[in-house]
């Protein structure tokens, strides 16, 4: 529905910054997470994740329920207000295909209705229970932006992503 440009500097070892959209923000965020293993994937995973951790989170990203198919709705509703509710950031996208093309994974039953983006990793031995916020990149960082500026919504816009 939206897709908004924002400033984003295009990680690269040149430096060079650019404009990027939200969806190619998400397509960064997704495919580093993947890479650092950051990624918990599927309804039922990201609740039992959250279930135990709710502080490790920092995106929750969803698709829409498919129309007619009330429980899992039901369970995505509940999902977003406890992301919410623990200060963790909601993002709806356009196709559940999209986010398995973006992942490039070709196992048709598995389950790409959620995906949970985790923190970055810190040093375990550290005293400090905050989360480092510089560690972020500067993609997880414009995302970051952009969800709060939607956070007092009711409803999430839902972003296109990109076909390929």
């Known amino acids: 529905m939206y897709d908004e440009v924002v400033p ?8 060079m910054a650019a404009k990027s959209s939200i969806s190619q923000c998400i397509k960064t965020v997704l495919r580093r997470a993947c890479v650092e293993k950051r990624l918990t994937v599927g309804l039922l995973p990201a609740i039992q ?10 995106f929750c990203i969803t698709t829409e329920a498919p129309p ?10 509940l999902l977003q207000a406890f992301c919410v509710e623990n200060d963790i950031y909601n ?3 356009d196709s559940e295909l999209k986010l398995k093309k973006l992942l490039s994974c070709t196992a048709r039953s ?3 209705s959620c995906i949970l983006v985790h923190y970055p990793y810190t040093d375990p031995f550290s005293d400090s229970q905050e989360i480092n916020l510089s560690i972020l990149s ?8 952009y ?3 939607n956070w007092g919504y009711s409803q999430v816009p839902v972003v296109k992503l990109p076909e390929k």
Request: aromatic share 6%; net charge negative; proline share 0%.
């Open 8 to 15: 984003v500097k295009i990680e690269s070892f040149s430096g």
């Open 91 to 93: 993002i709806k996208v």
């Open 147 to 149: 969800c709060e500026s």
């Open 49 to 58: 994740y959250l279930s135990t951790n709710c502080n490790g989170a920092l």
């Open 138 to 145: 500067d993609t997880e960082r414009n995302l970051i932006e």
């Open 68 to 77: 007619g198919d009330s429980a899992t709705h039901m369970q995505e509703v």
């Open 110 to 112: 598995m389950d790409f």
